[in-house]
């Protein structure tokens, strides 16, 4: 089974990168049941996140290119967190797409984008990468719930652009400081929103989900599907079977 190497675009100067590769089957799968004369739509994922990536394979869907957009993730002044969430997917869709019009192959290309945000009330909680961020985070989700918005954002070829709102309620068991130290020792925290990632070792501490995890993760599934769906992109192509 052949391995296919990624484009990632790099947005200042379009540079391309080979970055991870990923197997094949959905894309020839889709080519296989695509209509004679007809091109296969172009999809690109505005974000170099492995677990989007992961998430988007999972359901048959292998992104033309990776175009991460840099954007400054710092909340306004009385910016809510699910406006917080909603703003920061628009403005990497809209980074993303910008880019994208000044490269040849994928000018007509779908994009997604999407933004995860992890808050206590109406604090957010950062996208830990230091050691003492993810401690704060793990002791103020101990024992309490929280709620996890994911906003996803589409722009189709037509300049279509479409965005759902996903929330989540998560509550975690009592920690204990053996716990928290277990957990900080595995690394696993490292830029994850709220300082933990529920696919992983953090799932052992979650005691009620209510909503989708496949959002908790990064990117809510049947949302993008509907919304990909909606503005014509065949997302079916890949599962094995004419659509």
């Known amino acids: ?34 209509k004679p004369g007809t091109a296969l ?9 492995p ?22 993730e710092t909340p306004r002044k009385s910016e809510s967190p699910r406006e917080l969430a909603r703003r920061l997917a628009r403005a990497k869709l809209d980074a993303a797409g910008e880019a ?12 997604v984008s999407a933004d995860t945000v992890v808050a206590v009330g109406r604090r957010v909680l950062p996208k830990a990468e230091r050691l003492d961020e993810a401690a704060d985070c793990l002791r103020l989700l101990s024992g309490r719930p929280h ?13 279509r652009q479409r965005e759902r ?18 957990y900080l020792g595995s690394g696993e925290w490292r830029g994850k929103a709220g300082g933990y990632a529920i696919q992983g ?28 769906e909606g503005e014509g992109f065949p997302v079916r192509r890949g599962w094995g079977a004419p659509v």
Do not use: W
Not at 9 to 33: F, G, R, W, Y
Not at 41 to 49: C, G, I, N, Q
Not at 51 to 72: K, T
Not at 165 to 182: G, H, N, Q, W
């Open 1 to 34: 089974m052949r391995a296919r190497p990624y484009l990632l675009l790099d947005k200042p100067h379009m540079s391309a990168v080979t970055t991870q590769t990923a197997t094949e089957p959905a894309i020839a799968a889709a080519q296989a049941n695509a």
């Open 41 to 49: 739509p172009k999809l690109v994922l505005a974000s170099a996140s």
């Open 51 to 72: 677990r989007r990536l992961a998430l988007l394979q999972q359901i048959g869907i292998e992104p033309d290119a990776l175009l991460p957009a840099d954007v400054d």
């Open 100 to 111: 994208a019009r000044r490269n040849d192959m994928l000018r007509d290309a779908y994009l």
């Open 147 to 159: 709620r996890v918005y994911t906003a996803v954002c589409i722009l189709s070829p037509k300049g």
């Open 165 to 182: 709102l996903v929330e989540a309620r998560v509550r975690f068991k009592r920690l204990s400081s053996r716990e928290i130290e277990s």
């Open 201 to 228: 070792l953090a799932g052992a501490f979650v005691i009620k989900l209510v909503g989708s995890q496949s959002a908790v993760v990064g990117l809510p599934l049947y949302e993008t599907m509907t919304l990909l």
